[in-house]
């Protein structure tokens, strides 16, 4: 879990090596997103046990239906950097 400007959100890597963040509130029912399991690449939310995917925020199992908001993430000389300008989310709505 890390906090920044305002959000909280859940970074992590896939076993490939790929970074992600998401929203880190499970759109169910609040769950906490960042204290479930990361397996391959899927969030499991600790509260009911919806899956995410960690890198675009689709949901992958229920009983979330909403993805959550998706942030792109580069790696530049072992720093991780989040952009929170756009949630891919909205982009797909809009
Ligand atoms: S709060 Fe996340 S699955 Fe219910």
């Known amino acids: 879990m890390v906090e920044a400007e305002g959000r909280s959100l859940c970074v992590g890597h896939c076993e490939d090596g790929t970074w992600g963040a998401i929203d880190n509130v499970c759109t169910h029912d609040g769950g906490v997103l960042g204290e479930g399991e990361l397996e391959d690449c899927l969030v499991e939310c600790p509260r009911h046990g ?3 995917d960690l890198v675009t925020g689709e949901v992958r199992a229920l009983p979330a239906v909403f993805p959550v908001n998706a942030y792109p993430v580069r790696v530049i000389d072992g720093r991780v950097e989040v ?8 982009l797909e709505i809009g």
Request: proline fraction near 9%; charge should be neutral.
């Open 50 to 52: 919806a899956r995410f």
């Open 83 to 90: 952009d929170l300008g756009v949630p891919t989310k909205e």
